[in-house]
């Protein structure tokens, strides 16, 4: 086995990037790069599986990432008191029953006859139907969302810990699959009507159903608080004021030269680190496997040519819907992990942006279809994302020190610095684009 030294390079020159960022900044939000470098690499990794894998072009994925982080809600919260005798059956109901009608509308118009009487019927069971579900959902949701909404208002999850429940951090560890499963369920739903479009058709429907899910996790207060944030989400880490309270902690502090506060600070996010480090190494290892089975052989060459592996009895539909599935799921564990790092969920900060751009730009300048050039574009791109913030200004100020005070030139460039990360980011995907046209770390 051959070492590829460029690669290791690449990798190496990214980690001392940051390690820059802690000597000259602070560790602490170097610390926070990598937390947050490492999640957004899983989130490129879901993406790199369906897009470098099977070549779908999905722009959606700011909805699969919320799912996942509704997971962490679901999971990680405990349940309202008196929700659920309030008002929470009339919803579960009145989902049910919305559910059964679309059933029984498509079994009705299937087994009528074309004609007046199929359109008659279709929409009196229509308009009826939905009086009936307004009726059971609405009168459950008033009666939920009335129940202390200053500070609940919603159903609450299913940490059934009671007021101990930020004690039991442990749960979380469940929060990151079930956020998987979410997504990977929308994913199964979305791909059964979409995946059968041609491919930029396929783009607009992913960009509109996910803005479709942002929208009903912003207005549907019963469901997580809506635009109000659920906070104080348990976590399988320490808190940073539970060490500062540890004598033994403190001796350990103070022994290694730190005061306790940037100490126990450092050590939360390191306990991050740690468990998000194992978590996309056992990703990458599941997908480097799969890549390099017969599954992954038949993927790429569907992937190159739809009609010549259709034409040897690969049932292309299929394997795309399963491709997308899986890659949704990847992204959806992403966002459970996201929500928990923070410790709280707030969906009004789902923008494409940062959710769907970037999150290609990372696949694009990592290199499509390798999966370590994913895991490479997403702490990269991440990192620059964080330090242009801070870098620009004073590189803006250098730029323009020879000019003076009063200069036009001088006023307009310095007011345009809160666009520097997006001329960055669109600087970097050319310069890649240009130079290395298949990305840092390219496809074998």
């Known amino acids: 086995m051959t070492i590829n030294w460029r690669n290791i390079a690449l990798f190496s020159l990214v980690f001392g990037l940051i390690i820059v960022v ?22 490129a990794l879901g993406v790199n599986i369906q897009w470098g894998y099977a070549g779908l072009f999905n722009v959606g994925i700011m909805g699969f990432v919320a799912l996942g982080g509704l997971a ?34 498509v079994v009705l118009w299937k087994k009528m006859a074309k004609g ?63 956020g998987g499963v979410f997504a990977g369920a929308a994913a199964w739903l979305i791909g059964k009507t979409t995946l059968g479009l041609r491919s930029d058709y396929l783009a607009i429907a992913t960009l509109g159903i996910s803005e479709i899910i942002i929208a009903i996790l912003k207005n549907e207060d019963w469901l997580a608080r809506g635009v109000k944030n659920v906070a104080a ?65 038949m993927m790429r060459a569907i992937r190159d040519n739809e009609v010549s592996a259709a034409a040897m009895g690969k049932n ?12 949704a799921a990847v992204c959806g564990i992403a966002g459970a992990m996201m929500v928990t790092l ?11 942006l940062r959710f769907t751009f970037l999150i290609w730009v990372m696949v694009i300048v990592g290199g499509s279809g390798n999966n370590w050039g994913a895991v490479l574009g997403g702490v990269l791109i991440y990192t620059m994302w964080i330090m242009v913030e801070t870098w620009g200004p004073d590189l803006m100020f250098l730029l323009t020190s020879g000019l003076a005070d009063d200069s036009a030139l001088k006023v307009h460039l310095i007011n345009s610095v809160a666009h520097m990360r997006l001329l960055s980011m669109g600087l970097i995907l050319l310069l890649v684009l240009r130079f290395s046209p298949r990305g840092l770390i390219p496809e074998k």
């Open 22 to 43: 802690g000597f000259t900044e602070s560790w602490n939000l170097s610390l926070g790069i990598i937390n947050m470098g490492l999640v957004s690499a899983i989130m």
């Open 72 to 105: 962490a809600v679901l999971v990680g919260m405990p349940p309202t008191e008196g929700a659920w005798s309030a008002g929470g059956l009339n919803i579960i109901g009145g989902l049910l029953f919305g559910g059964a009608s679309v059933a029984g509308a």
């Open 116 to 178: 007046l009487r199929r359109n008659l019927a279709m929409i009196t069971w229509l308009i009826v139907s939905f009086m009936i579900f307004r009726a059971l959902f609405d009168a459950g949701v008033s009666a939920v969302e009335a129940i202390n909404p200053a500070a609940t208002g919603y159903l609450g999850g299913i940490n059934g810990f009671g007021d101990n429940y930020r004690d039991q951090g442990w749960i979380m560890f469940l929060a990151w699959p079930v």
């Open 233 to 297: 989400i348990p976590r399988p880490v320490p808190y940073a004021v539970d060490l500062q309270k540890s004598e033994g902690f403190e001796a350990l502090a103070t022994s290694s030269g730190l005061d306790v506060v940037t100490a126990s600070t450092l050590a939360v996010k390191l306990s991050f680190t740690g468990f998000f480090v194992v978590v996309l190494l056992a990703l990458i290892l599941l997908t480097e496997l799969a890549l390099k089975s017969p599954w992954g052989r």
């Open 316 to 327: 292309v539909t299929k394997r795309h819907l399963q491709v997308f599935v899986i890659g």
């Open 342 to 352: 923070d410790g709280i969920f707030t969906p009004g900060t789902y923008n494409p």
